[in-house]
């Protein structure tokens, strides 16, 4: 079954506090892995999209990378303007709908 | 700018009562999908639609309608058969079906009364 999974659930950060979340899926033939940020009572925006294992995009504090099982967002010293969910999506086998992990709420505190 | 306009923000609906939600786009993209958003769970799609006057069913459309009588517009329904209609919904919207990145409103959220 097609799936995705995001890891932790909720996760706080001092101020500066380096830190990773975590994106697992399981589809076939993958068709690209997609980063969102939504704010509190907004839509997501889109952040990243990245296609092939090894690969890298960077925007200001993040860096997100890709394996074949999984995919990592970097937040070097964060800031509180940084708080959001991150949302993980990938298209599923066949490509026709996108689905949608249940996000990371990150919380960082001055 | 481009971008998608979703109306209202804010809806209360009492029991037995079917509501529309309003989705509107200038970004001259084909495709355009509707997603329910609930605390603790991912976006789940309730329809989307390849191209003006088609619209398919997503994984929880009992309850919900939907018409794409132009491109820019794809409004939702939500009926009075849908038993839990209480959620976040967010609109979306792509340059073609099921390819790159999704664009979204700022969402529109429903409550029963």
């Known amino acids: 079954e097609d799936q995705v999974t995001q890891s932790p659930e909720a996760l706080r950060l001092q101020e500066g506090e380096s830190s990773s979340l975590n994106c697992s899926y399981t589809v076939s033939g993958l068709r690209g892995l997609f980063w969102y940020r939504q704010d509190p009572g907004k839509g997501p925006e889109f952040l990243f999209t990245?296609?092939?294992a090894g690969e890298e995009k960077e925007k200001e504090r993040l860096k997100a990378t890709l394996t074949k099982k999984e995919s990592f967002l970097h937040i070097t010293a964060p800031k509180p303007e940084d708080s959001a969910t991150y949302l993980c999506a990938v298209p599923n086998t066949g490509g026709f709908k996108t689905i949608f992990g249940a996000g990371t709420r990150l919380f960082v505190k001055a | 700018d481009g971008g998608i306009t979703q109306s209202p923000k804010y809806l209360f609906r009492k029991e037995g009562q079917n509501v529309t939600l309003s989705c509107e786009q200038n970004?001259?993209?084909?495709?355009m999908y509707w997603y329910r958003q609930d605390p603790g769970q991912g976006l789940r799609l309730i329809y989307y639609s390849q191209i003006v006057n088609d619209f398919q069913k997503g994984d929880i459309a009992e309850g919900y309608s939907v018409s794409r009588e132009k491109k820019e517009s794809f409004p939702l329904t939500v009926t009075s058969a849908q038993k839990n209609p209480t959620a976040f919904y967010l609109c979306a919207s792509s340059i073609k079906w099921g390819t790159g990145e999704l664009f979204f409103g700022e969402g529109s959220r429903l409550t029963v009364l």
């Open positions: 990245l296609y092939s």
């Open positions: 970004l001259n993209h084909d495709a």
